[in-house]
């Protein structure tokens, strides 16, 4: 006579267990690729934000740049920079008291970095560069732009600045790019 005994065969346990570890590592890797792209967004996103607020206080420190005037000294009478090149700018503000003071943006060993006079350098960003193009013009309100390195004896002749920056957060990497027309040009 046969015994009836309820319950599970051993080969039904093991098909159980292997189809639940299918089963259970689809879902690790549905749950990994998200977690994934969900952290590669975040980082997109802050990455687009930092080189955004970078080009956008370079741009800001170019629209308000003020002309030297003979009554400043260290300066090029006429010129809103004191130097530029591809990777920085030194920029002529006016302090409370309208004394001169130069600003210099610039990227260091990929460091976004702002100095005041001849204060400190303060790092704002990490993983930065930093691209700037200066254009010339002969005339006021001209569609006529040349691209052109601005010298000590140049510089008078700065009217706008293109900018293009970039930061790498994460392993993710956001440009931005901005055109600024000098304002006393």
């Known amino acids: 006579m046969k015994s009836k005994r309820g319950g599970w065969a051993l080969i039904d346990v093991l098909v ?16 990994t690729n998200l977690w994934d792209s969900n952290k590669y967004s975040a980082g997109m996103s802050t990455s687009q934000i930092e080189a955004q607020q970078m ?40 302090n409370s008291s309208n004394a001169l003071v130069e600003t210099t943006y610039a990227v260091n060993n990929g460091n976004y970095q702002t100095t005041v006079g001849s204060g400190t ?28 390195t601005p010298t000590s004896s140049t510089s008078t002749n700065l009217a706008a600045v293109g900018i293009l920056t970039s930061i790498t957060l994460n392993g993710v990497t956001s440009t931005y790019t901005t055109f600024v027309g000098l304002r006393n040009r």
């Open 121 to 148: 350098a303060s790092t704002i960003y990490t993983g930065a560069s930093l691209s700037l193009t200066y254009y010339s013009s002969s005339t006021y309100n001209t569609n006529t732009l040349t691209s052109f």
């Open 55 to 94: 080009a956008t206080s370079i741009a800001t420190a170019f629209r308000s740049a003020v002309q030297c005037t003979s009554t400043d000294s260290g300066c090029t009478v006429g010129a809103n920079i004191e130097s530029a090149s591809s990777t920085g700018c030194t920029i002529y503000s006016r």
């Open 16 to 31: 159980g267990i292997i189809i639940l570890g299918i089963v259970l590592g689809a879902l690790f890797q549905v749950y």
